[in-house]
């Protein structure tokens, strides 16, 4: 039986195991999980979350299963002025335990997008996908977002 | 000779202009000047545009060129986890009066917009584009972007 799967904001205390499975997640550098342990530890995690909690628009979630934090998405929310001011709202950073992945963990997190974004206002749900991960592309559009859209990024270094 | 476009912060005074050029680059269905002028007198774009200067985090910037404003794009600023906290910047609403397309204004507007992503602190710009928009698209390449993902949308009404 698979254990259920919920899905709440994230706290301080969470950081570590997010930023963990965010660096086993990566899209061109996965770390094992040893490594992400320690990378989760680095302290300018700690500080990234004070800005995402500090700016009112940007929510961090996490799910849980029997008890264990196993993925992690961001919701960020956009004013605009294009359709009459609809505002936006954009997923970032999903990611799910590794050893997990297929498992619904996933899923459970976007329905929980998709209703979290209702209650805060937004009329329009976005997230860019690397193209390499076709997985992840079959699983949005299953979840019924349009993949209408070239995603294109410059780092700035 | 072409006038010289300069770019400054977008003013409340600019709402109904901005908001015509929004209209008459709407993707699927684009307006004609007279209708987009008339719908950028609707007083949603007035309260959308305060809802952004409350924000703090979004930008909307204006192009001028001879004394008119001929071109606009908005820059948000997205704090997450991933990459020890690296703050995301999102391009969005890029619009040039279709008179002038070609013409260089979009690039006056993103070469712009990658400078201020500097002074914001950004370490990763990104912005998607209509898959039909494939002028656009070789245009961002030129500019520096990597067109890496996939993007997806799901209206939410």
């Given amino acids: 039986m698979i254990p259920v ?3 709440r904001a994230a706290t301080a205390a969470d950081v570590p195991r997010i930023a963990a499975l965010i660096a086993m997640g990566h899209a061109s550098a ?5 490594a992400a342990e320690t990378e989760g530890r680095h302290p300018a995690y ?7 909690t ?5 929510h961090l979630f996490v799910a849980e299963q029997a008890g264990r934090v196993v993925g992690t ?5 956009l004013p605009g002025l294009a359709e009459r001011g609809r505002t936006r709202g954009k997923i970032e950073s ?11 963990v996933g899923a459970a997190m976007m329905r929980h997008a ?17 193209k390499n991960r ?3 592309h079959r699983f949005y559009e299953r979840l019924g977002f349009a993949r209408s859209h070239e995603g294109f990024k410059m780092v700035l270094d």
């Fill in 46 to 52: 700690a500080e990234a979350f004070e800005r995402i």
């Fill in 114 to 130: 998709i209703a979290e974004a209702r209650v805060l206002g937004i009329g329009l749900l976005e997230l860019s996908s690397n």
């Fill in 54 to 58: 500090a700016s009112g628009a940007n």
């Fill in 30 to 34: 996965p770390m094992d999980a040893a």
């Fill in 73 to 77: 998405y961001q919701l960020s929310v």
């Fill in 5 to 7: 799967v919920s899905v």
């Fill in 94 to 104: 999903v990611h799910v335990d590794p050893s997990l992945r297929g498992s619904g």
């Fill in 134 to 136: 076709t997985d992840a």
